[in-house]
């Protein structure tokens, strides 16, 4: 493939919740933008705008009802592409974590690799191993969801989609539904990976995090992106009126 | 005192050996009781995944065949329910015996089995279906996102979660449902109840067959209890 082909190319997506006649929601509306690869997007913007639902479409959680997405070559949306393949190549990361409970740390890391890709046990516990080793979580191995902290829980949650080796990550929200101490230790693992160079495309409210660390930083308002620009432009000069208003509440 | 109830023992138990028709009835009943169960648990998973992948599918719906044969399976499954759920599983039995199988010389234990395994399955379909809906979407989310088809979400993910939490509902079930076989007598089966209730015709003593058949299905029922707790308890190990 193309090396200069964008990874991820999104045009015209829509998406309206609810049925035609009932009350329905334009959660997003003719959306376009093209994730090279590399790019650590983050997407801001007030609640309700459509931030989740754009990151749910990417990978097919949530089906759009209009436009076309566009990974690695391939429309998600047409199903004579296999969507599960193509899954496996976007990792995602969760507000609430969505650890399997009924399996220990380490096999919540290795079921995608062996069932998937299949690996071998062992082979996968090995890479899963390596990876837990990073975020220092190698001793909570055969530890159980439960008997993590929140912090913990999000950073397993982070290296056991890596685990499928991903082309690209979506993170909606990952720190929100922590306690602020463990804020810091979940945004360190996602600088790490910003470093190595990992595609991310981020749904957050840490402003210092999309200052740090993005390439790009996307303002959302009504199902529209209204701003796509470098950290620096977007919070140094922010031309659009809404979201100077909208830096003005959080900042 | 001691001598009139060591007699009724003799008549009740060992003349013309009786107690065979105890033993042989906890045969029948444990038979009835088991092949009832597999079978319920068979066919009350397979109509729990089909509701359930309807109610959880029906907003994506793509309309391709695949989501009509669903909605068409999840009707007739609805239909089953009502039916199973809304009749006396005595008059099921009647019916399944004298109705649906009057024309073929089927065994009767054959048709008590098929009675309270199809009357067992629309409970346990409930029982499973509740288990699966009350695991947070984002379960299903997380496994699909890692690439799970949907089928295989539900069996790693959703299914081991399920089983889990609905164990002690279904081992109710199971209880209810050995001691619903009791009924079988009405197709003239005879089960241990029936077995209790010939013994009490031949000698004119009630007390002691019928406490006795009392004291087996407790007996049963107990073990059956314990069982079940120490499985809970080995899922449940390790994970709090
Ligand atoms: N499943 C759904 N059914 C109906 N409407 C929905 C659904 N999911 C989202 N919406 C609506 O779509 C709009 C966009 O929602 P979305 O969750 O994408 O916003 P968001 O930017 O992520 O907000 P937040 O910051 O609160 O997470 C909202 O108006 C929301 O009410
Ligand atoms: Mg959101």
Redesign the interface.
Known sequence: MNADNPLIKVTNLEKVFGKKGEISTHALDNVSIDINRGDVLVVVGPSGSGKSTFLRCLNLLEVPTGGSVIFEGQDITDPRNNINKLRMKMGMVFQQFNLFPHMTVLKNMTIGPVKLLKKSQQEAEKTAMELLERVGLADRAGSYPNQLSGGQKQRIAIVRALCMNPDVMLFDEPTSALDPEMVGEVLDVMKALAKQKMTMICVTHEMGFAREVASRVVFMENGRIIEDNSPKEFFENPTNPRLKEFLDKVL | MFDVFIQKLYANFIQDDRYMYIVNGFFTTCKIALVAIVIGLLLGFVIAIIRSSYDMNKD?S?N?LGSILLSLANKICNLYLTIIRGTPVVVQLLIIYFVIFSTVNVNKTFAAICAFGFNSAAYVAEIVRGGIMSI?K??L?????????YP?TMI??IL??AI?NVLPALGNEFIVLIKETSVAGYIAIEDLTKGGDIIRSRTYSAFIPLITVACIYLIVVLVLSKLLNILERRLRA???
């Not at chain 2, 989310?141 to 088809?149: I, M």
């Open positions: 994506h793509k391709g947070d984002g379960q989310e997380a496994g699909r996102s890692l690439g799970f088809s295989l790693f993910i081991p979660q889990k390790g994970e709090r």
